[in-house]
């Protein structure tokens, strides 16, 4: 039986701390999954593979549109989930996953995506979901009992792992606990950089009033710059309806369509303020440039000047003036891929394989050595394809 298990909040979307998760699981394949919901329409081919075990929220009326309804019942949900077979526990989580219980000698370590932003940051929330006036007035009196359950859940992890220091800072202001800092991957083989560059700015997000894609929209609009927008959410009626002429709205698309834009798209536009933010990386990937908001987890990845420009003010003008400045810089497709690259998943593996090892207990050590031996035996294969391809 496998000695580590992973844990994650819910399945009920596919957002950039899902694809963590993923990631886990395909650094730990024989490790089961352990969460409170699961929708299998909204998991990917590889999570599909997995033994996942879920909650009896599983089996609650409307779970996929009335999820964050339930919210007062994830703190049973996660910690109904039996975890006591388990010497290591490695969980992903921006709510409820750190919270589950273990055995008394288990080590439990937790990767946080963020505390949980609608209990610890309420108002900047309540703001970005466009939440009504009735809404905010009674949640933050029902939030107060979740916001014990989450500081007494935080004391449960031994160790924390941080996306970003951002996001570390926020764990030590509001757990009063340290955490090693290692940012999630991107999958850079993916994206392949063309030399076909076309005259469109790109957005790719789901499409919720925090993202702030109204912004791109309107300095798209104002400028009559050609803007195409892939994702959807409740937010694209809005959006729709502020939009000009030089703006395109293509819904969800499959990856292929999106490698395509990404690769000839004149840049993404990031707009909005992120605790880490794979999509940045993702164009860098694909050897184009970022121009995102001068905050967050953007300043982590976008290095001004090489890999991309930001604006300052949460302003549609202030963007309007970084795309004016844009088009007069140059940008090396070369260096951008480059420095995707240093957030690849062999990276991340890594990194992720190596701190475990210096924390788990005696009897998962043979498991996290073999993994370790299993990656370099990988890491050496793709640089042998890498160096043939190039000869």
Sequence with gaps: MPSIALVHDYFIQ?????????????????????????????LTPSLRQAAIHTSFMQRMPAIESKFRQYFMLYPWAVESLDLSAYDLILSSSSGYGKGVHRSKNAIHVCYCHTPMRWVWRYDDYAAREGFGTLSRVALPAMLSGLRWWDRRASRQPDYYIANSSVVAERIRQVYQREAVVIPPPIEVDRFQPSTDVEEYFLVLSRLVPYKRIDLAVEACTKMKKELIVIGDGPDRPRLERMAGKTVRFLGRQPDAVVNRFASRCRALLFPGEEDFGMVPLEINAAGRPVIAYRAGGALETVVEGITGLFFNQPTSESLAKAIESFEKCQWSSGQLRHHAEQFSYPIFANRILTFLAQVAPQSCQPELSALGQSLCKLNKTREAVEFLAAS
Aim: charge should be neutral.
């Design 14 to 42: 596919m957002g950039g701390a899902e694809r963590v998760a993923e990631a886990l699981h395909q650094i730990f394949p024989a490790a089961p999954l352990y969460t409170t919901v699961a929708l299998p329409h909204r």
